[in-house]
């Protein structure tokens, strides 16, 4: 396990490094630029900005999620001090609240701090990641990392020096599950943007969950089929071809962050942190 | 690295060495301010907002029993009473059932097929409700033929009011079974092979080493499961919800407790009831919560 983490230091990049990976990127852009055209092109009007309100309020939950927990997770595991403890069972009773508790008393406080409309009032509640703080604690209170911790102390290293230095550089595999998880949870979420959003006709905020229920929204059936649920068809705002479109691109961006992840979603470290004892 | 060598390696066996001090405090802040911000201090308005009037009279229970003679709020909680008996019968029957399957399969044949059960998780929440609809409406759905050996010629008549329980639960069985079989999967792994090649050696079947050797030692597992679809279930929204738009207004609008909560908070002078039905189900979750936290011991505190 030591040599695991040694080798994880080892592996950080030098300037050389880093500067080429700068001139790749560069070089990247030009191949992969035609391509996000095509791609936006495709998801043009309404999909795309369903989808980009997506991206942008589950990405910046998940950035959020991870600042946060990973540095609780290890304060938790390897300081001690007055309330530690109730926090971790805090931490474990809000994580396994389910997400949709919560959205009433969200909507009910968002209500009286003028919060409705703004992206904050659903980015602030995907920030909100006990299950990531849990994960991380876990990662970081094993044996070996406690050893490793405490000869870094012996050489005198400072307490945020310790977590920048040793800690940060060997959360990759906690970061990435908490990541793609935070990423899932918030990409399909519902009922939060519904409440603050939907029931106040915020269109341009509704993330891509509410651009499928638009296609259901095509007002009252009238006529001789009212009143008669038997003889109801589905109708739907747009062709079923292009609401099977809409529902596969939802889905690939959950798939690219599972990719990106999967590298250590599926790891020994991951697996290892005792979930199932 | 293997999850079992990992596990092997015996670190968990030494002691651990905190710090005391500030720092710590430092580490966790920012987490605990939003934890207040989101988590704790909206819990404290609803309840706050659930004792009183709307022209912030304390009230005491007053909000409750009003809420409860509602004449929707009866129906919603059967209705949702319905939907998860059948929900948390399928999923002990069928996800440890199809977990101890895929057991007895080779590594990769078990990893590809628990892939594909797990697949529709992308699609949760609003997209996997869409793609049901096409699935239960006729001359549409490639089930076609199931429906209409089911007497269902139009998408009104699979959506019957009746039918709905049976509708939801399929649904979150689709998206939602497939992670729970993950993690029954990885619960079942970590019985020691000592312990299955005992049992083979005392004569033990397939079928007996799977009720009476890996069923009791998952119990906590299952446990886990049930407690936490339950307090998931409760709290269905999305699904009645798309239905009730798909349906224009046929299935009833607070088909779920969810549902008339929110129909409630919209209204002002409902307000505090709606405060009052949060509470109600945060109350479940918070139970259920505790229930797994310190009955089961999934979860640790500390070593």
Redesign the interface.
Same mark, same amino acid.
């Given at each position: 396990?030591r040599s695991?983490f040694a080798a994880a230091l080892a592996r950080r990049m030098s300037a050389g490094q880093a500067a080429s990976v700068g001139l790749l990127t560069l070089v990247a852009a030009f191949f992969l630029v035609p391509i996000v055209w095509l791609v936006l092109e495709a998801i043009s009007g309404d999909i795309g900005l369903w989808l980009s309100n997506s991206a942008f309020y589950s990405t910046a939950g998940a950035a959020?999620a991870v600042?946060?927990?990973v540095?609780?997770g290890?304060?938790?595991?390897?300081?001690?001090?007055p309330g530690?403890?109730a926090?971790?069972?805090?931490?474990?009773? &809000?994580m /396994?609240?389910?997400t949709?508790? @919560?959205?009433?008393?969200?909507?009910?406080?968002a209500n009286?701090v003028h919060l409705l409309a703004s992206p904050l009032a659903v980015i602030?509640?995907y920030?909100?990641f006990?299950f990531g703080?849990?994960l991380s604690y876990?990662y970081f209170?094993?044996?070996?990392f406690?050893?490793l911790?405490?000869s870094a102390?012996i050489d005198g290293c400072g307490?945020?020096q310790a977590?920048r230095t040793i800690a940060a550089p060997l959360a990759a595999p906690v970061v990435a599950l908490i990541v793609f998880l935070n990423f899932?949870a918030s990409w399909?979420?519902?009922?939060l943007p519904?409440?603050m959003y939907w029931?106040l006709d915020e269109t341009s905020r509704y993330p &891509?969950? /509410?651009g499928?229920?638009v296609? @259901?929204?095509?007002?009252?059936?009238s006529g001789p089929f009212a009143g008669?649920?038997?003889?109801?068809?589905?109708?739907t705002s747009s062709p079923?071809s292009d609401?099977a479109f809409l529902?596969l691109a939802?889905?690939v961006p959950?798939?690219v962050v599972?990719g990106l992840a999967q590298r250590w979603i599926g790891?020994?470290?991951v697996?290892?942190m005792?979930?199932?004892? | 690295m293997r999850a079992g060598k990992f596990r092997r390696s015996g670190v968990r066996a030494r002691p651990t060495v905190r710090r005391s001090g500030k720092a710590g405090y430092l580490f966790v802040a920012p987490y605990v301010l939003l934890l207040v911000a989101v988590g704790i201090y909206p819990v404290g308005y609803a309840i706050d907002l659930a004792l009183t009037s709307f022209t912030a009279h304390f009230r005491g229970l007053a909000n409750f029993v009003n809420s409860y003679s509602d004449f929707r709020f009866l129906p919603a909680f059967e209705h949702i009473g319905l939907f998860l008996a059948i929900w948390l019968s399928a999923l002990v029957v069928l996800v440890v059932g199809l977990s101890l399957v895929l057991q007895s399969l080779s590594g990769r044949v078990s990893a590809a097929y628990r892939f594909v059960f797990y697949l529709p998780a992308a699609l949760a929440g609003a997209g996997s409700v869409m793609l049901w609809l096409f699935m239960l409406d006729p001359g549409v759905s490639p089930w076609d033929f199931v429906l209409h050996w089911l007497g269902y010629k139009t998408l009104g008549a699979s959506l019957a009011s009746g039918n709905l329980p049976v509708v939801f639960a399929l649904i979150a069985f689709w998206s939602g079974a497939g992670s729970w079989i993950v993690v029954m999967h990885g619960a079942l792994a970590t019985i020691p092979e000592d312990t299955l090649e005992a049992a083979k050696l005392d004569g033990a079947g397939a079928w007996r080493t799977a009720i009476h050797i890996k069923l009791p030692l998952i119990r906590k597992w299952i446990g886990y499961m049930l407690i936490g679809a339950l307090a998931a279930g409760s709290q269905l929204f999305a699904e009645p919800q798309l239905v009730n738009e798909a349906t224009r207004g046929f299935v009833a609008q607070a088909w779920s407790p969810d549902q008339l909560a929110y129909i409630l908070s919209f209204s002002l002078d409902n307000f505090n009831y709606a405060a009052a039905i949060a509470i109600d189900l945060l109350v479940v979750a918070l139970i259920c919560a505790a229930v797994i936290l310190f009955r089961t011991k999934l979860f640790r505190l500390d070593e």
């Open positions: 396990m695991f959020i600042v946060l927990c540095p609780a290890y304060g938790l595991a390897t300081h001690e001090f530690r403890r926090l971790l069972i805090i931490t474990i009773v &809000v /396994l609240i389910p949709n508790a @919560l959205v009433l008393p969200l909507f009910l406080e009286s602030l509640p920030g909100l006990p703080v849990y876990l209170n094993t044996g070996s406690h050893a911790l405490q102390r307490e945020w977590f899932l399909t979420n519902f009922f519904w409440v029931s &891509v969950a /509410l499928i229920a296609q @259901l929204s095509g007002g009252e059936v008669y649920t038997g003889l109801l068809r589905l109708q079923p609401i529902l939802s889905v959950v798939l599972f790891s020994g470290q697996q290892g005792g979930f199932f004892r | -």
